[in-house]
């Protein structure tokens, strides 16, 4: 499910995504024909519904959007006055989820891999951010629940990359900071302190016998 990923702030979109121009299906040729038409003046267009859907076509060529981020988009549109009805943003929600240019279940795993793979992000730091994006509950623990269970090696992964530039600072502050920074990327307190531990007793591994010495008390 989970592939090489674009930056989690502007998640690219998918193969049935508005923004790629490979798509042949008649609807979105009829869509993007119809955007490529327009132009700023398409805002004082008397068609409230037809100026929400390109705004939103808009947004979606430069960024992958949940249904709720998109739906918030077509609350906020105001045409000389006239706002969507609460109907008319359904309406609109479940056509371009229909046609797939609205998929949570897509965009939650592009940000799953995202946050792995850039971040070295654990579950809950990755639940936090899906939550952000408006994903829903359900979709973000079906997400997480394809992730193989590898907290910990992910963690002391994460926790190597960091351990050699601390390894200037006394034994006590450094392990701090390090466990700190685990934390803030989504691992539990045990993972991270285990992590933590071992990647500053490995950087320190082979200095000589006056270094700092990380010894797990456990």
């Not at 674009?6 to 798509?23: F, V």
């Not at 891999?113 to 070295?120: C, N, P, S, V, Y």
């Not at 193989?148 to 963690?155: F, G, I, K, N, S």
């Not at 490995?202 to 008390?217: H, I, L, Q, Y």
Request: glycine share 8%; net charge neutral; charged share 30%.
């Amino acid at each position: 499910m989970f592939g090489s990923s674009a930056d989690d702030e502007r998640t690219g979109p998918s193969d049935r995504h508005p923004a790629r121009g490979n798509h042949r299906s008649a609807g979105l040729r009829a869509l993007n024909d119809s955007i490529d038409r327009i132009d700023d003046s398409a805002t004082t267009a008397p068609d409230v519904r037809a100026a929400a859907e390109e705004l939103l076509v808009r947004k979606l060529r430069s960024r992958s959007l949940s249904a709720s981020e998109a739906r918030l988009i077509l609350r906020g549109v105001d045409q000389d006055g006239a706002r969507l009805d609460a109907g008319t943003v359904d309406d609109i929600i479940d056509e371009f989820t229909r046609r797939g240019y609205l998929d949570d279940a897509q965009l939650a795993g592009q940000l799953v891999a995202a946050g792995i793979e850039r971040k070295g992000q654990g579950r809950v730091a990755l639940s936090r951010a899906l939550a952000q994006r408006g994903i829903p509950r359900e979709v973000i623990d079906a997400a997480l629940d394809e992730l193989p269970d590898d907290d910990a090696e992910r963690a002391l992964e994460y926790a190597r990359s960091k351990a050699r530039s601390l390894s200037r600072l006394d034994a006590d502050t450094a392990l701090r900071r390090l466990v700190g920074q685990l934390a803030r990327r989504g691992y539990n307190g045990g993972i991270a302190m285990s992590a933590a531990k071992t990647a500053l007793a490995e950087a320190t591994f082979g200095r000589p016998a006056s270094g700092v010495r990380f010894v797990d008390s456990d």
